[in-house]
C-alpha cells in the first residue's frame, strides 16, 4: 500500500475548505495580548504575535559549532563540538553541559529506511473532503 500525502492542488483544496470554514465565523474577538488567559475565539493583532515571540526567544542563547580535532578536556555550554571520525565527512557530535560531556551521536545518517518520493502517492480531494468532514464532524 501507498503512502499518502498532500501535494499542491491539495493543498489548495484544503486551504478552500478552511477558507470557508473561516467565512463561517461572524464574530472577531482581535487581542492586543496573548498570555496565559488567551483562548480559541481570541485572534491575536501582528504586534502581539511579535510581542509574544520577542519574549519567548529572550532568555535563549545561540549556538554555535566548533570543529575540532579531539574533545577538550572543558567546554562552553553554548557551543557544540564536532570530532571528525573515521569516515571522511562525519563527525561525533558532543556539548559540554552543567560540567560533564554529552554524547550526541555521530552525523553519519541511514535513510534507507525511509519513504522516497516513490513511495507516495497524493490525497485525492475527496479524501481530503473526507478527513476534513471527519474532524469537523460534519
Known amino acids: ?21 473561516i467565512d463561517q465565523k ?5 487581542v492586543s495580548t ?3 488567559n488567551s483562548t480559541n475565539q481570541q ?4 504586534k502581539a504575535v511579535r510581542d509574544f515571540v520577542v519574549a519567548a526567544l529572550a532568555g ?14 572543558t567546554g562552553d555550554e553554548d557551543t557544540l ?4 571520525t573515521d569516515k571522511p565527512g562525519t563527525y561525533k557530535q558532543w556539548m559540554y553541559i552543567s560540567g560533564s560531556w554529552i554524547d550526541f551521536g555521530d552525523t553519519d545518517i541511514d535513510l534507507s529506511g525511509y519513504w522516497t518520493t516513490d513511495d507516495l502517492e497524493a490525497l485525492t480531494n475527496a479524501e481530503i473532503q473526507d478527513i476534513f468532514d471527519d474532524v469537523m464532524g460534519v
Open 34 to 36: 496573548i498570555d496565559g
Open 1 to 21: 500500500m501507498s503512502k499518502k500525502f498532500l501535494d499542491e492542488d491539495g493543498l489548495r483544496a484544503l486551504l478552500v475548505l478552511i477558507d470557508a470554514l
Open 43 to 46: 485572534i491575536p493583532g501582528a
Open 60 to 73: 535563549f542563547t545561540h549556538l554555535v559549532k566548533a570543529v575540532v580535532p579531539q574533545r577538550p578536556n
Open 81 to 84: 563540538y564536532l570530532v571528525p
Open 26 to 30: 461572524t464574530q472577531l474577538n482581535m
